[in-house]
């Protein structure tokens, strides 16, 4: 049985279906009248009025430390319900509807009444953002971030390596001209420069190491443009960068040498596998996270792209090893327009 709070009204009763105490009335299975809602620990969620069509007169909804969530107040004068979100200056389970950590209060206003309690939190374009200080904030909603990044995911036909390197640019240029509030951070991690041009005789000893002849437009790339590194390695772990011909190596070295991986949890065939990939790409966000980029450059006359991560996520091995497909242009042109989309997601979804 539930034990109930010593400060409660006498009239609050438990709810078992929603597992709340409460005091109000019930009309087929919504709320009408004047209603307070407290949790099963005693704390005052909610307190309102509804009308008899369960619309909201007004409603008030609390943070677990009674700081103020949510506000709703119909104007029957004007017609139109006012709603108000703040924050909490603790951490709070109650929904804010702007992704900027700026914003501390949104308000909005709809014709009308409304039935939802949660105040329009499935569009946040309708509301205006606040700072703690009361200061008028401006950034994007999260629809028109969307749009930005459906046009720059978009892989154009016969994209090559540096066209998508520009098409990233642009992405961020967007985003940046839209007004996005994390974009410094985007640029810290995200931002493509070459760090150094590499010469015929790296390859040609890399080559001498590793017994295989890299592919041309790798070999072209490297030494025309240089090696690609995306992020601000300067500061901090968050970037991803092409490895140094002097560092390529074999997916094998870096399972079984490098991760130390235990060989016996992959078969000969995967392993004679691992012996016929080279890596180039390192990806290293974090220490509990280290990511290699792979071409398959086992045969010369063929240039085939193996577009995947392998790594090491949260201590745990993973392999994500693509079916070898040989591209219809060159495979870093193919690479690089995938991976840039890729990044672009990943933006996003951050």
Known sequence: MIQKPTHLPKAAKWMDALEIWAIGKMVRKKPVGSWKIWNQAGALVLEGEFDPHHYINHC??????????????????????????????????????????????????????????????EDESAFTYFDKNEQLLSFPSRSAVQKIKKRWSRIPMDETALQAIDRLNAFMQNLDKAG?????????????????????????????????????????????????????????????????????????????????????????????????????FRDSQDIQYNALIAFDYSNPSVEVNIIDQIGCENWGWESQIGQPTPTPYSAMDAFLSKYVSYLIEEVIDL
């Open 60 to 121: 008030k909804v609390y943070h677990l430390n009674g700081e103020l969530a949510r506000q709703i107040r119909y104007d029957e004068d004007a017609d139109t319900t006012h709603i108000m979100h703040i924050q909490c200056t603790e951490h709070s389970n109650e929904i804010f509807p702007a992704y900027n950590d700026l914003a501390w209060k949104a308000v909005a206003q709809m014709k009308g009444k409304t039935q939802k309690e949660n105040g329009l939190l």
């Open 180 to 280: 996005y509030p994390y974009i410094a951070e985007i640029k810290e991690t995200y931002q493509p420069h070459f760090y150094r041009k590499c010469t015929l005789e790296e390859i040609r000893s890399a080559e001498q190491r590793l017994q295989i002849e890299l592919p041309p437009s790798y070999k072209h790339f490297i030494t025309q443009n240089g090696l690609l590194r995306f992020g601000d390695k300067d500061k901090g772990e968050n970037h991803m960068e092409m490895i140094p011909p002097l560092e390529l190596n074999h997916l094998h070295y870096w399972f079984y040498e490098q991760w130390e991986m235990p060989e016996e949890e992959s078969s000969d065939v995967e392993a004679e596998v691992m012996k016929k990939i080279i890596c180039f």
